[in-house]
C-alpha cells in the first residue's frame, strides 16, 4: 500500500510539474510569435532583413515542436496516473492545478523508530522473532514430556514415577527414549535453530541500515537542492531583468534581433531547470516518506534521533 500511494504521488507531482513546464514553453511561444510579428511589419517596411524572419520563424517552430512533445509526456503521465488510482485511462483528465504544491517541513529529531513501519523492516523482524521461537522450542525439546507439579502445587505423579527405579518405565527401553539419547537429534536441532536465528538477526540487521542509507540519501539530496533552488531562483530573476531590458532595446532599434533571441532563451532555459529541481525535491520527499515507512509521525517522541539535516 504504502509502495502505491508514494508512486501516486510521485506520478501526481511530476504531471505538476510537466504542466508547468508546458505553460513556460508556451508563454515563450507567445513571446516568439509577438516578435515574428514585429519582425514581418519591419521586414514589409523594409527596416529589417529576410534572415531577422526565417531567424524568427525558425525558433517559433522549435518551440512548437517542444510544446508538441511536452503535450505527449504530459498525456502519457496522465494516464500513468489513471492506472494507479484504478481509473480507466482513457477520458481521465486532473483538474487545473491550484498552484504550486508546497514542500512540506521536515521537523529536526525524528525517532529512528519510525523506520519500524517500513514493510521491509517490519518483516526482518517478524523473522527474527519466529527464529527465537523455534530456537524455544529446540531447547524444550531436551525436557521429557511430563508435568512438574500436580494438586497443591506438589510434584506430580508423573515426576514420581520417572525417578522410581523399580518403575517398569524406567527400563533400559524408555531410558533410551529421552530426549538426551537421541544420537545428537536434538541437539543438532536447536543448533540449526540459533544458525536460522543468527541469520535473521544478520538480515534485519543490514535492512535497517539499509534503511537508514536511503533516509541519509534523500535528506541529502533535499539539502542540496534546496541549495540549487536558490541559486537559480537568483538566476531567473536576473535573466528575467534582462529579457525586459533586451525588449525595450530591441523595440527601440538599440540591439540585434540576437541578442533579444538570447536573452530570451536564457530566461527560459533558467525558468525551467528552476522547475526541474523543484520537481525533484518533490520526488525526493516523496522518496524521503517511503523511506521513512509512511513519513515522520510522532518526531520528538524517544528513540534514536535522524538527524534533519545530512
Do not use: C
Not at 149 to 158: D, F, L, Q, V
Not at 202 to 213: E, H, I, K, N
Request: hydrophobic content about 45%; aromatic content about 4%; glycine content about 8%.
Amino acid at each position: 500500500r504504502l509502495m502505491v500511494q508514494a508512486d501516486v504521488a510521485q506520478t501526481y507531482l511530476q504531471l505538476r510539474s510537466l504542466q508547468a513546464e508546458r505553460h513556460l514553453v508556451e508563454q515563450s511561444l507567445l513571446a516568439y510569435r509577438e516578435t515574428l510579428t514585429l519582425i514581418e511589419k519591419r521586414y514589409r517596411g523594409g527596416d529589417a532583413a529576410e534572415l531577422d524572419v526565417a531567424r524568427m520563424q525558425t525558433e517559433v517552430s522549435v518551440t512548437e515542436a517542444e510544446t508538441l512533445a511536452l503535450e505527449r509526456q504530459q498525456a502519457t503521465l496522465t494516464h500513468a496516473l489513471a492506472v494507479l488510482v484504478g481509473d480507466v485511462a482513457t477520458g481521465f483528465t486532473l483538474a487545473s492545478s491550484p498552484g504550486e504544491a508546497t514542500l512540506p517541513v521536515i521537523p529536526a529529531g525524528v525517532p529512528a523508530t519510525v523506520l519500524a513501519r517500513r514493510p521491509d523492516v517490519s518483516a526482518a523482524q517478524a523473522s527474527v522473532l519466529a527464529a527465537q521461537a523455534r530456537v524455544g522450542v529446540a531447547q524444550a525439546a531436551w525436557f521429557p514430556a511430563i508435568t512438574l507439579t500436580g494438586n497443591g502445587g506438589y510434584a506430580s505423579p508423573e515426576l514420581g514415577d520417572l525417578f522410581k527405579w523399580s518403575a517398569r518405565s524406567w527400563g533400559i527401553g524408555a531410558l533410551l527414549s529421552l530426549p538426551i539419547f537421541d544420537g545428537g537429534q536434538r541437539a543438532a536441532q536447536e543448533e540449526g535453530a540459533r544458525a536460522r536465528l543468527e541469520a535473521a538477526v544478520a538480515a534485519q540487521r543490514g535492512q535497517v541500515l539499509t534503511a537508514f542509507r536511503e533516509v541519509e540519501d534523500q535528506l541529502s539530496a533535499l539539502r542540496l537542492l534546496a541549495g540549487q533552488a536558490q541559486v537559480l531562483g537568483q538566476a531567473v530573476q536576473s535573466s528575467e531583468r534582462a529579457t525586459h531590458l533586451s525588449d525595450v532595446r530591441y523595440r527601440n532599434g538599440l540591439v540585434s534581433q540576437l541578442e533579444l533571441l538570447d536573452a530570451r532563451r536564457n530566461e527560459l532555459r533558467n525558468r525551467r531547470q528552476a522547475l526541474q529541481v523543484r520537481t525533484a525535491q518533490y520526488t525526493a520527499t516523496v522518496a524521503l516518506i517511503r523511506a521513512l515507512g509512511g513519513g515522520w509521525g510522532n518526531a520528538g517522541h524517544g528513540g534514536e534521533r535522524l538527524a534533519a539535516q545530512s
